[in-house]
């Protein structure tokens, strides 16, 4: 674990621990808040997070950023992150080995943001970051506490581009969030 966020950066620059570095064209670490109450956890990054270098800035990242814009939520003063930092091949699922070599990266980034909020973006989040005895559909819009930290799952913002019912439970989940952040604020 390291205690800067240059000597975490630095470390995964040259990452190799699975197969997906063989297909990257960048790695996407994370962007925003490097001290945000609020933090967003992603699956991983697609096609044109790949080319950019930064999460969520394809459609899932459009409609998201959508999302933020109606709530009042601003990106920069969240941080954004994802479970992987590497595209799976023609964005699949990362497979439990991949998840596995790029969790101490992401358990890293938690710890020295610090947020008091982490929304979990659909199923591979929150298996990976609460559990695999958690589902999205039982789980999501319901707080789950652990560790001092408050995780609200909901629905990965790709999903809602599938399917649309979904936009109205994401939003109601991010008032949720909205709501509690301003409940913890000093």
């Known amino acids: 674990m390291f205690d800067n966020w240059n000597d975490l950066e630095n470390s995964i620059q040259n990452c190799q621990k699975c197969k997906l570095c063989k297909t990257r064209n960048n790695i996407v670490f994370g962007v925003g808040n490097k001290e945000a109450d609020l933090m967003f956890i992603g699956e991983g990054p ?6 950019q270098g930064e999460p969520f800035v394809g459609k899932a990242g459009k409609l998201m950023d959508m999302a933020f814009m109606a709530l009042g ?19 699949r699922n990362p497979e439990p080995d991949e998840e596995k070599a790029c969790l101490d990266y992401l358990r890293n980034q938690v710890i020295l943001v610090k947020p008091k909020i982490i929304v979990l973006l659909g199923s591979v989040a929150l298996k990976n970051i609460l559990g ?18 408050l995780y609200m799952p909901t629905w990965h ?30």
């Open 132 to 149: 695999s005895e958690y589902g999205i559909t039982a789980s999501r819009g319901k707080w789950i506490e652990k560790r001092g930290i």
């Open 46 to 51: 697609g096609a044109d997070e790949d080319a």
């Open 157 to 186: 913002p790709a999903a809602l581009l599938r399917d649309e019912t979904k936009k109205i439970d994401f939003i109601k989940d991010l008032k949720l969030v909205i709501e509690k952040k301003e409940l913890l604020a000093p």
């Open 73 to 91: 939520i601003k990106r920069k003063e969240v941080y954004i992150a994802n479970i992987v930092k590497c595209r799976p091949p023609f964005n």
